[in-house]
């Protein structure tokens, strides 16, 4: 700290200030304190889960906030800003009410992250097969085009959706697998990209997928599974599953397959031919500019989507968790997104 003069008495006298050893020392701790608030839980401890079949939602001031800086990606590059989902912040420029609403639900601007609608978007909640995006992300990240991928005996043990025919022993194009992934919503390619990307370890697996939510500071997002078929300990929020659909979009392998309504791909079976098709409501139904993104379903998650579309150079998403209609509910919450200014 600069020596500052002070006048006493009609004489001028030199004061200093706390030695700089103090001080620096005074304000690690303070930044310790601030960050350990931040997150509402001690600093160096990563925010606790909440009970199986609780809903929980975060402070405000535990949110992602647009002020944040990127976080860094793997290989290089950014991740994009965090949208402000903040409770306090005024009114959103689309209002829409449900009759039955879902339980939580969020429409965003995918390009700048405005938010236009919200309904509770930082309620804790199970989220099912939306749990793939990051299988997704950490997938497309880590494997070049071109990679295989082994049918292991774990992968054929799956319970809930699958792809279904997948041959034991042999090994498989990558992108066939991602489409198995992302389309049919397969919880044995789920498995076996697992596997294939954490040397042979689901849990490995799932460990990278913690680490890389943490770094995009996702704050209310803990997976313990790559398929989402678990809900104990696999949950997230709107907020943080917008955040999620951006850079899943970012990855231009990823955007072209998750807005095909089918896929025909070569594939180690009788016919040569692996027929697969989407189940997003939004392309099975040609909503216009439907780009994806991904359906999830548990009976404790609900039925829950996060839905995007392209109109006129402008891009919007929708999150919806645990909703009675999420194919209605998402068309009109983008019918009347569309006709917000920019």
């Not at 025919?165 to 044995?188: F, Y």
């Not at 068309?331 to 920019?342: A, E, P, S």
């Amino acid at each position: 700290m600069t020596q500052r003069s002070v006048l006493t008495g009609g004489r001028r006298r030199r004061r200093r200030g706390p030695p700089r050893g103090v001080l620096a020392v005074a304000l690690l701790v303070l930044a310790f304190a601030a960050v350990a608030l931040t997150r509402n839980e001690p600093a160096g401890r990563a925010p606790r889960s909440p009970a199986h079949g609780s809903v929980a939602s975060l402070p405000a001031a535990t949110l992602p906030q647009t002020a944040k800086g990127p976080a860094p990606l793997a290989g290089g590059g950014t991740a994009p800003s965090p949208l402000a989902v903040r409770l306090d912040v005024g009114g959103d420029p689309v209002r829409v009410r449900f009759r039955h609403p879902p339980r939580s639900g969020l429409l965003f601007d995918i390009d700048t992250g405005r938010v236009l609608w919200r309904h509770a978007p930082t309620r804790v909640l199970p989220i099912a097969s939306l749990t793939k995006m990051m299988t997704a992300l950490l997938v497309a990240e880590r494997l070049p085009r071109g990679s295989r991928v082994p049918i292991t005996r774990e992968a054929l043990h799956y319970h809930g959706s699958g792809v279904g025919l997948l041959p034991r022993g042999r090994r498989i194009l990558v992108e066939t697998m991602l489409h198995g992934l992302l389309l049919p919503s397969g919880n044995d390619a789920a498995i076996a990209l697992a596997q294939r990307v954490a040397g042979g370890s689901v849990a490995r697996f799932v460990g990278m997928m913690n680490r890389r939510a943490r770094a995009m500071g996702l704050v209310c997002t803990r997976f313990s599974r790559p398929d989402g078929y678990q809900d104990r300990g696999n949950h997230s929020c709107a907020g943080d599953l917008a955040e999620l659909a951006r850079a899943v979009l970012r990855m231009p392998r990823l955007a072209h397959i998750v807005r095909r309504r089918s896929a025909v791909l070569p594939f180690p079976i009788k016919g040569g031919r692996l027929y697969l098709y989407n189940n997003n409501p939004l392309l099975r139904a040609g909503y216009r500019g439907a780009t994806g993104l991904k359906t999830g379903y548990t009976e404790a998650a609900g039925l829950c989507l996060v839905a995007t579309a392209r109109r006129h150079g402008r891009r919007l998403g929708v999150v919806l968790l645990h909703s009675p209609d999420p194919y209605t509910q998402s068309v009109r919450l983008l019918d009347r997104g569309w006709r917000t200014r920019h």
